[in-house]
Each structure stands twice: as C-alpha cells, then as structure tokens.
C-alpha cells in the first residue's frame, strides 16, 4: 500500500476530451495563418495518369510504304545500310 500522506487520491485520465470545447478545438495556425494553414498538412495533388503504351514502330519499309506505294522495296535496304530499322529511327 502507498502511503501519499495526506495528498489528494489521483484521478485516472479521461478518455475523450480534456477540457471544455475540446470537441471543436483547432490548433492555431502559427506562421502559416495568412497562407491557409500548415501546407504539409495539405492533401497531395493527385497525380496524372500514366501515357497509354505506345504501339511498337512500324518497319522502315513498312513506313516507307505509307510514304508512297512501292518505296519499301525500293528503298528500305539504303535506309537500313544506314541503321535506320524503323520509324522511330527515322525520326531521330
């Protein structure tokens, strides 16, 4: 048994609220009043959704057909003596 000598029993902590208005109580907001708050405490804005997936480049004489008809055969072993495979290529 502890012997307090006299002092007042303590009291056991309150759940909830401590203290009149506790219920609506809001801290202030120091430094940050005139700018609307604490901005880490701001929600992130949310992000952009990723790009669709990108179709995989057409052969150089696949494109070179689209350019005029017959190109492909023509062409498409200069463009690819040159390292030029596909469109991506070509527009680099």
Avoid: C, I, T
């Amino acid at each position: 048994m502890e012997n307090n000598w006299g002092a007042a029993p303590q009291q056991q902590p309150q759940q909830g609220a401590q203290w009149p208005g506790a219920a609506g109580y809001q801290p202030a907001l120091g430094p940050y009043a005139a700018y609307g708050g604490y901005p880490m405490l701001a929600a992130a804005p949310a992000l952009a959704p990723p790009p669709p997936p990108r179709a995989a480049p057409r052969a150089v004489s696949a494109w070179l057909d689209g350019v005029k008809a017959g190109y492909g055969a023509k062409y498409a072993s200069v463009f690819e003596d040159l390292g030029v495979d596909d469109e991506e290529d070509v527009q680099n």
